[in-house]
């Protein structure tokens, strides 16, 4: 990183801010340089989200000084925020579903012509240029709804890139990208950080946070940790000081199923015309198998078929034993199946709701004698709050309270609600801090030891090399391959992947 001069970009003095009287950020004092990538990471519930949001304007402390570029910054707005060049890539996608790409990358800084119009073509010029520097090749024209989870998150970065930017704030960017898109990403980073604009960078993914930051700061439970340069950390120091003692074993050891275990599930030639062709595979109880692969290649298409979205044109599927041609979710559910969608606020949980009406969703009718028992259907959701360590202010709190790693959590609770026998996770730890990615892991194990079977798809590579004694390496709608034992590692599956195997 070149050398920087000495002044102060921003600087919070003793900021905190409560909610219904609880403290959820407690006396935070910090000092950000400009051109300077500052990692901000801790376990969900830890208040990163909560610091960004006094720094962007979304909400107002409750105590304390936020000073930026020298001046303190009062009953600070979002568009205020903007003016002065603080710019938000959030977590949850903020874009229109009905607009198209460009529209949404310029809603309300719209450019216009001489006559006071819109300038359409402008407009589509700059969301081309702008969606070439991410290397998204994407139709400007396209609406938004008709675009896959990475395809929305590069739409929400280019959209960022189009206001003048002095601190630009990224709550989670890479989630959903694959190592294309997120070496392609950091190249942006760094040459924004070279042309002096500082960047706050939240992320659960601390081998990338050692990667592109220059300086990491740890909170947790609302209280300023440490502020480090990068090199000072290794990954295993970030987690200890993350959650307060050591995470030595994050995978819990890989379940073995018999050699004998009955077929669970038996997909052959499955097509569904434009998504999927000729997907062949097989589960055994008790087994979890991962599904790897690059953004597109039909890795959530096929769980999406299995759970009844997708009509299936032709192939067979024996499910239990039984022939099974998925219709819909209900008929899904009834047949043993759950699954978490790796768009959790798209089709995962309803964020308006309560936790415990988010836990039955999925299950409301075993709570109807005929009416719904209150009593049974927050005794249930109390139990899950308790088994995840769902952080809430109560079972009766809306979702939209939650952080992103509970709000998962509770989706992953929804599903387990239906009593599956077979689990299918998308993306399952997307969002969710080192500690909650073990605890979830843990559980996944359980549930293997009980005997329910599991398909795995995730984008994270050490994820799927570490739960899975076998990974179905997807490419261009179609399974490329299968990679187990001695060859199970990432080279081998980018391998696949790209198609170089």
């Given at each position: 990183?070149?050398?920087?001069?000495?002044?102060?970009?921003?600087?919070?003095?003793?900021?905190?801010?409560?909610?219904?009287?609880?403290?959820?950020?407690?006396?935070?004092?910090?000092?950000?340089?400009?051109?300077?990538?500052?990692?901000?990471?801790?376990?969900?519930?830890?208040?990163?989200?909560?610091?960004?949001?006094?720094?962007?304007?979304?909400?107002?402390?409750?105590?304390?000084?936020?000073?930026?570029?020298?001046?303190?910054?009062?009953?600070?707005?979002?568009?205020?925020?903007?003016?002065?060049?603080?710019?938000?890539?959030?977590?949850?996608?903020?874009?229109?579903?009905?607009?198209?790409?460009?529209?949404?990358?310029?809603?309300?800084?719209?450019?216009?012509?001489?006559?006071?119009?819109?300038?359409?073509?402008?407009?589509?010029?700059?969301?081309?240029?702008?969606?070439?520097?991410?290397?998204?090749?994407?139709?400007?024209?396209?609406?938004?709804?008709?675009?896959?989870?990475?395809?929305?998150?590069?739409?929400?970065?280019?959209?960022?890139?189009?206001?003048?930017?002095?601190?630009?704030?990224?709550?989670?960017?890479?989630?959903?990208?694959?190592?294309?898109?997120?070496?392609?990403?950091?190249?942006?980073?760094?040459?924004?950080?070279?042309?002096?604009?500082?960047?706050?960078?939240?992320?659960?993914?601390?081998?990338?946070?050692?990667?592109?930051?220059?300086?990491?700061?740890?909170?947790?439970?609302?209280?300023?940790?440490?502020?480090?340069?990068?090199?000072?950390?290794?990954?295993?120091?970030?987690?200890?000081?993350?959650?307060?003692?050591?995470?030595?074993?994050?995978?819990?050891?890989?379940?073995?199923?018999?050699?004998?275990?009955?077929?669970?599930?038996?997909?052959?030639?499955?097509?569904?015309?434009?998504?999927?062709?000729?997907?062949?595979?097989?589960?055994?109880?008790?087994?979890?198998?991962?599904?790897?692969?690059?953004?597109?290649?039909?890795?959530?298409?096929?769980?999406?078929?299995?759970?009844?979205?997708?009509?299936?044109?032709?192939?067979?599927?024996?499910?239990?034993?039984?022939?099974?041609?998925?219709?819909?979710?209900?008929?899904?559910?009834?047949?043993?199946?759950?699954?978490?969608?790796?768009?959790?606020?798209?089709?995962?949980?309803?964020?308006?709701?309560?936790?415990?009406?988010?836990?039955?969703?999925?299950?409301?009718?075993?709570?109807?004698?005929?009416?719904?028992?209150?009593?049974?259907?927050?005794?249930?959701?109390?139990?899950?709050?308790?088994?995840?360590?769902?952080?809430?202010?109560?079972?009766?709190?809306?979702?939209?309270?939650?952080?992103?790693?509970?709000?998962?959590?509770?989706?992953?609770?929804?599903?387990?609600?239906?009593?599956?026998?077979?689990?299918?996770?998308?993306?399952?730890?997307?969002?969710?801090?080192?500690?909650?990615?073990?605890?979830?892991?843990?559980?996944?194990?359980?549930?293997?030891?009980?005997?329910?079977?599991?398909?795995?798809?995730?984008?994270?590579?050490?994820?799927?090399?570490g739960m899975c004694n076998r990974v179905a390496v997807m490419r261009a709608g179609s399974i490329a391959g299968e990679v187990?034992?001695?060859?199970?590692?990432?080279?081998?599956?980018?391998?696949?992947?790209?198609?170089?195997?």
């Open positions: 990183m070149p050398e920087k001069a000495a002044a102060i970009l921003l600087e919070t003095d003793s900021l905190a801010k409560a909610y219904d009287g609880v403290l959820v950020l407690s006396d935070i004092s910090l000092q950000v340089k400009p051109g300077i990538i500052l990692g901000i990471i801790g376990e969900n519930g830890a208040g990163k989200s909560t610091l960004t949001k006094c720094l962007n304007g979304m909400t107002q402390p409750s105590g304390g000084r936020v000073i930026f570029q020298g001046e303190e910054l009062r009953e600070l707005s979002v568009a205020d925020a903007i003016a002065k060049g603080i710019v938000t890539i959030p977590q949850e996608f903020n874009l229109v579903s009905d607009l198209n790409v460009y529209e949404n990358i310029f809603l309300g800084h719209e450019p216009r012509n001489a006559w006071g119009l819109l300038d359409r073509p402008a407009m589509r010029a700059k969301a081309r240029e702008l969606l070439a520097t991410l290397n998204a090749h994407l139709d400007p024209e396209r609406r938004i709804a008709t675009l896959s989870v990475a395809e929305k998150q590069m739409v929400e970065i280019a959209k960022a890139l189009t206001s003048p930017c002095r601190l630009l704030i990224m709550d989670e960017p890479t989630t959903v990208l694959n190592q294309r898109e997120v070496a392609t990403l950091f190249t942006v980073m760094r040459r924004l950080r070279d042309q002096g604009t500082s960047i706050l960078y939240i992320s659960h993914k601390l081998k990338e946070v050692r990667e592109i930051c220059d300086e990491v700061i740890v909170l947790r439970d609302g209280q300023f940790i440490s502020h480090d340069p990068i090199g000072a950390l290794d990954e295993a120091e970030m987690a200890r000081r993350m959650v307060g003692r050591d995470m030595s074993q994050l995978f819990p050891p890989k379940a073995s199923p018999p050699a004998d275990a009955e077929c669970v599930l038996d997909v052959r030639s499955l097509h569904v015309p434009g998504l999927l062709h000729d997907i062949s595979f097989s589960l055994r109880r008790g087994e979890i198998l991962g599904f790897a692969g690059l953004v597109g290649s039909g890795r959530t298409e096929l769980a999406e078929t299995l759970y009844g979205l997708h009509p299936m044109q032709s192939g067979s599927i024996t499910l239990f034993g039984q022939p099974y041609r998925p219709s819909s979710p209900a008929r899904a559910i009834a047949a043993g199946l759950a699954y978490l969608s790796e768009d959790r606020q798209g089709s995962g949980v309803l964020v308006d709701f309560s936790v415990a009406n988010n836990v039955t969703l999925s299950s409301l009718r075993q709570y109807c004698r005929p009416f719904i028992s209150k009593s049974r259907e927050n005794a249930r959701a109390q139990h899950y709050v308790d088994a995840f360590h769902i952080r809430a202010p109560g079972i009766d709190a809306p979702l939209r309270s939650l952080s992103g790693g509970n709000q998962q959590k509770v989706a992953i609770a929804k599903g387990l609600d239906t009593a599956p026998k077979l689990f299918i996770f998308d993306e399952p730890t997307r969002g969710i801090d080192i500690n909650a990615k073990s605890e979830v892991y843990a559980f996944i194990r359980r549930l293997l030891d009980q005997g329910i079977s599991c398909l795995l798809i995730s984008s994270d590579l050490e994820e799927v090399i187990s034992g001695d060859q199970l590692n990432e080279d081998e599956i980018m391998y696949l992947a790209t198609g170089v195997k």
